[in-house]
């Protein structure tokens, strides 16, 4: 552990945060993928479709109880990092005290009739508390980033993804196919997640000495009143945001079953691997811009640098994903879930996914933007915007137009990729940086032509993904902005 003055020094840095975050969360997803390659070896495709989907809709259902207060210490930590650890424990305050009417609603909604969820309730309540142990990590995990120490939330993601891999493994290797007992291997890695994080930043912060004064970090949390109103965009914003990836997954099992919905989220995984590195960037950007919110001049040159890592990561994601994918899911899959036995293969899903995958990457700079602005409930608007379009391009590409499962899976790909294309439009038009990107011009026509290019060619499997090659010289900007932030 560095000596006291050395940790009170260290400050937020959107490059090296991101390096941080970005390599541990793709290490996690890795552990990630091979849990999930374990689960569908042990367990039914119906029992594992329950699963997936009543750990999603738990989640969805309580992410409200965060409250958006994780996201604004994220964003004023770095003003008074020895207040950082106060603002943890009043943000578990609130949100113990919110968490009880909601849990008490979800008791009495039932809402797993909502998708038809015919799971035991055993299984439900594991996924219940998984959900609100994931709510409770947000806090000390904010904290750690905000006060540049983002290395300690990654080892804390690190240990949460490999404790449940491992039980996944001796349940497996032991012959268990109780899938309640898989969940409860979930909920174990999960609390040790959270547990970590918050032993991490005690230790960090526990010599960190300055006045307690909340107007430090910023003159909103002088008052729970003005605190809770400013973080109130940021809570409606995560009551509706699950659904943005997660609304395709609920109409198709509505429309189609557990089976096809287990399909889709298997070819949901290496796309939700892809998403870890723009919520890592973002992550890492949002205190950065948050600190320099109030200098315009800085902010441009933060959003700049952020964008020309996302163009450089751009080739790397869209080829290295089709490859990974093509080479890894043969083998670590069973059949039902490549050739169609349930609607359509999964692997066909996931290349209609990169165009989305592609969107949300770019978007990273002016999302991120609107979240550290000084108007939140900008950024709310933005986001029901997008759900409200996720939800209508939902309901009319898979509940309507087609009339078989291999039609509604392939519809629930193409609406997720044109929603993440509408939140990468609606991003730069509610940002009010337009100017910035038609200054860059030439490098976004290069990655909308190359992105559709390569896309079309894994679709179809032609060679016009050779036509998407030119990417690659995204890749020199890309590493020399990265090196600039290494600071």
Same mark, same amino acid.
Not at 48 to 58: E, K, P, R, S
């Given at each position: ?27 996690? +997803? ?131 993804r490999l404790l449940t891999v491992l039980g996944y493994a001796v349940l497996y290797i032991g012959g268990s196919t109780n899938v309640e007992a898989y969940a409860l291997v979930f909920l174990l890695g999960a609390t040790v997640g959270t547990g970590s994080s918050l032993l991490f930043l005690g230790r960090i912060t526990r010599t960190m ?16 009143? *003005? ?8 809570? $409606? ?9 997660? $609304?395709?997954?609920? $109409? ?44 315009? @001049? ?6 700049? *640098? ?18 990974? +994918? ?11 879930? &490549? ?22 990457? &770019?978007?990273?700079? *002016? @999302? ?22 996720? +939800? ?5 590409? $898979? ?25 990468? +439009? ?46 690659? *010289? ?14």
């Open positions: 552990m560095a000596a006291a003055g050395t940790i009170s020094a260290r400050t937020p840095s959107s490059g090296r945060d991101a390096g941080w975050l970005v390599s541990a969360d793709l290490l996690a +997803v890795g552990l990630a993928f091979l849990g999930q390659i374990l689960l569908t070896h042990a367990l039914l495709a119906e029992h594992y479709g329950w699963m997936v989907l009543a750990i999603d809709l738990y989640a969805s259902i309580f992410l409200v109880i965060d409250l958006g207060l994780p996201t604004l210490l994220a964003r004023d930590g770095s003003h008074a990092p020895h207040m950082v650890r106060p603002a943890v424990g009043r943000i578990y305050r609130w949100q113990f005290m919110v968490s009880m009417p909601f849990i008490a609603l979800a008791f009495f909604i039932q809402p797993q009739s909502l998708i038809d969820l015919t799971a035991a309730s055993t299984l439900l309540f594991i996924a219940a508390c998984i959900a609100l142990v994931h709510v409770a990590a947000y806090a000390p995990r904010s904290g750690l980033r905000a006060i540049g120490e983002a290395r300690f939330e990654a080892l804390s993601k690190l240990l949460e000495n300055g006045m307690d004064a909340w107007s430090e970090l910023d003159p909103v949390w002088s008052n729970s009143r *003005t605190l809770l109103w400013t973080a109130l965009p940021f809570a $409606i914003t995560l009551g509706v945001l699950p659904y943005v990836i997660r $609304i395709e997954k609920f $109409i198709v099992a509505g429309t189609a079953g557990a089976q096809a919905a287990a399909v889709f989220h298997v070819a949901q995984l290496a796309w939700l691997a892809g998403l870890v590195v723009p919520s890592a960037m973002r992550a890492a950007l949002l205190p950065v811009l948050g600190a320099n919110r109030h200098h315009p @001049y800085l902010r441009r040159n933060d959003m700049d *640098t952020s964008l020309s890592m996302c163009f450089g990561l751009l080739p790397i994601g869209l080829f290295g994903g089709a490859l990974i +994918v093509k080479i890894l899911a043969p083998v670590a899959f069973p059949d039902e879930y &490549l050739d169609g036995t349930h609607g359509a293969s999964a692997v066909t899903l996931f290349n209609i996914l990169l165009f989305g995958w592609a969107c949300t990457l &770019l978007a990273t700079p *002016t @999302y991120t933007a609107l979240m550290a602005g000084n108007r939140p409930w900008k950024f709310t608007q933005f986001i029901l915007i997008v759900v409200l379009c996720a +939800v209508l391009l939902g309901w009319l590409l $898979i509940g309507i137009l087609p009339e078989s499962d291999m039609g509604r899976l392939h519809a629930a790909s193409i609406a997720s990729s044109l929603s993440a294309f509408f939140l990468l +439009v609606t991003s730069w038009s509610m940002s009010d940086h337009f100017s910035s990107i038609w200054r860059r011009r030439d490098e976004w026509a290069l990655a909308g032509l190359g992105t559709c290019f390569v896309v079309l060619g894994l679709v179809s499997q032609t060679g016009w993904w050779v036509l998407g090659l030119p990417l690659f *010289t995204f890749l020199p900007q890309g590493w020399r902005a990265a090196r600039s932030t290494l600071s």
